[in-house]
């Protein structure tokens, strides 16, 4: 409500001291109660036959019930640990005050949406110096809930990309493979096909028009740009582009002047060959020139 999110200005205030590499505690105990919240909110109630109330997820949670689970973490290795239990919300507590005009699974969204507009929140977490808190940190449910919204999508990520310490880049080359990950676990295990096929093409379509992705690519080190190049969405971001209309109409114009300038040469050169007259061998090859 008010355009406001739990806990948001303790996060903000992170984002803005990351630099000096404040301790995360205080941010992964943020992160887990807001994992929790969401959790919870993925929860949809059900009237059954005898009048009593049931509730089912109306997506699994990553943070659901204490299990062992193989997960790949953000550098691509793959481990296995157990998910964390989130804090019993009670539900009178949690209820109280809500707009009952809405779904628990629109509250969930409304919340991860503006948090995930949160300026450079993914950027932070990537530049997290612990690897082992960060993997632990990418696996929260509401992390990786953002991590599917458009809204996360900014220049940050093309500066990554551009940027002159490889690490950093490394950093964002990773991040889109744990995102295309993250993108194919949810439309395997998502019960709203319709809901996910919308939020998926939504972030295509902010990844396709984000300034200078492709150009900020193509700066990177042979090997990781082919490392980037084979990720999934990006493999998936540029069929969208090459498909567009105006990419189609370069093609077809590119593909019109090759065959005109195969064309005029053949005729220049057969002119030569047989002795056509000179004039006309001229004017084939100043078409050659055009």
Same mark, same amino acid.
């Given at each position: 409500?008010?355009?406001?999110?739990?806990?948001?200005?303790?996060?903000?205030?992170?984002?803005?001291?990351?630099?000096?590499?404040?301790?995360?505690?205080?941010?992964?105990?943020? %992160?887990? $109660?807001? +994992?929790? #919240?969401?959790?919870?909110?993925?929860?949809?109630?059900?009237? *059954?036959?005898? !009048?009593?109330?049931?509730?089912?997820?109306?997506?699994?949670?990553?943070?659901?019930?204490?299990?062992?689970?193989?997960?790949?973490?953000?550098?691509?290795?793959?481990?296995?640990?157990?998910?964390?239990?989130?804090?019993?919300?009670?539900?009178?507590?949690?209820?109280?005050?809500?707009?009952?005009?809405?779904?628990?699974?629109?509250?969930?969204?409304?919340?991860?949406?503006?948090?995930?507009?949160?300026?450079?929140?993914?950027?932070? %977490?990537? $530049?997290? +110096?612990? #690897?082992?808190?960060?993997?632990?940190?990418?696996?929260?449910? *509401?992390?990786? !809930?953002?991590?599917?919204?458009?809204?996360?999508?900014?220049?940050?990520?093309?500066?990554?990309?551009?940027?002159?310490?490889?690490?950093?880049?490394?950093?964002?080359?990773?991040?889109?493979?744990?995102?295309?990950?993250?993108?194919?676990?949810?439309?395997?295990?998502?019960?709203?096909?319709?809901?996910?096929?919308?939020?998926?093409?939504?972030?295509?379509?902010?990844?396709?028009?984000?300034?200078?992705?492709?150009?900020?690519?193509?700066?990177?080190?042979?090997?990781?740009?082919?490392?980037?190049?084979?990720?999934?969405?990006?493999?998936?971001?540029?069929?969208?582009?090459?498909?567009?209309?105006?990419?189609?109409?370069?093609?077809?114009?590119?593909?019109?002047?090759?065959?005109?300038?195969?064309?005029?040469?053949?005729?220049?050169?057969?002119?030569?060959?047989?002795?056509?007259?000179?004039?006309?061998?001229?004017?084939?090859?100043?078409?050659?020139?055009?």
């Amino acid at each position: 409500n008010y355009g406001f999110f739990p806990f948001e200005e303790i996060i903000s205030h992170w984002i803005e001291s990351v630099d000096r590499q404040l301790p995360i505690l205080q941010l992964k105990y943020v %992160l887990y $109660l807001l +994992s929790a #919240i969401v959790d919870y909110l993925g929860k949809e109630e059900i009237v *059954v036959e005898n !009048g009593e109330v049931e509730h089912t997820h109306c997506r699994r949670s990553l943070l659901t019930g204490s299990r062992a689970s193989s997960v790949r973490s953000i550098d691509g290795s793959c481990f296995s640990h157990e998910t964390y239990t989130p804090v019993e919300i009670s539900r009178h507590d949690c209820e109280e005050g809500l707009d009952r005009s809405q779904s628990f699974c629109d509250i969930r969204s409304n919340l991860l949406s503006k948090f995930a507009s949160t300026s450079d929140i993914i950027k932070a %977490l990537l $530049l997290i +110096s612990d #690897i082992s808190e960060k993997d632990i940190i990418f696996q929260y449910s *509401v992390v990786r !809930g953002i991590m599917l919204r458009k809204e996360s999508i900014g220049k940050w990520l093309t500066s990554m990309l551009q940027s002159s310490h490889k690490k950093v880049a490394n950093h964002a080359v990773d991040y889109l493979q744990l995102l295309s990950d993250v993108l194919k676990e949810e439309t395997q295990i998502s019960q709203q096909k319709e809901e996910t096929d919308k939020k998926v093409k939504e972030l295509y379509d902010e990844l396709r028009c984000l300034h200078d992705l492709i150009p900020s690519m193509l700066a990177l080190d042979e090997k990781i740009l082919e490392k980037v190049a084979m990720t999934p969405i990006i493999s998936s971001v540029l069929d969208r582009i090459i498909t567009t209309r105006f990419a189609a109409c370069l093609i077809f114009f590119d593909l019109l002047v090759v065959v005109m300038l195969i064309f005029t040469f053949y005729k220049s050169i057969s002119g030569f060959l047989v002795g056509a007259d000179p004039g006309e061998i001229i004017r084939w090859i100043y078409a050659v020139n055009c």
